[in-house]
């Protein structure tokens, strides 16, 4: 029976690729499922024989440690540059993106409070 090993929803195409390349170097037998239209499915990546699963765990246990360590490393970097995003820096970057938006939260506080506003008389 096959069991679900590594879901894919929200994961960068990039990250998937690597996990794919992975198990495939590792031997193990995977096949993809696709949320589907709606998104009503489960995207991940199943183990057809769960007797592998432990095996393919620790490998992607392993993957994903690296991982986590080599985007602390570069995060890091960009601090000591001074090149991490601020709220500033996207402000001055993206002018007109960051006002449309301060727009929508102001309209959506504004109807989400009108109903309540009104029984202030």
């Given at each position: 029976m096959a069991t679900l090993l590594f879901r894919l929803g929200n994961v960068p195409e990039e990250e998937a690729d690597e996990v794919r390349h992975l198990l495939d170097r590792h031997g193990f037998d995977t096949f993809e499922?696709?949320?589907?239209?709606?998104?009503?499915?489960v995207a991940a990546i199943w183990l057809r024989d769960k007797?592998?699963?432990?095996?393919?765990?620790g490998v992607l246990d392993a993957y994903q440690r690296g991982l986590a360590e080599r985007l602390r490393e570069e995060r890091e970097a960009l601090a000591a540059r001074g090149a991490t995003p601020t709220l500033w820096g996207r402000l001055w970057h993206h002018p007109v993106r960051?006002?449309?938006v301060a727009m929508a939260l102001a309209g959506i506080v504004t109807l989400t409070l009108l109903p309540f506003l009104g029984l202030i008389d």
């Open positions: 499922s696709r949320a589907g239209f709606w998104g009503l499915g007797d592998d699963y432990d095996a393919a765990r960051m006002l449309l």
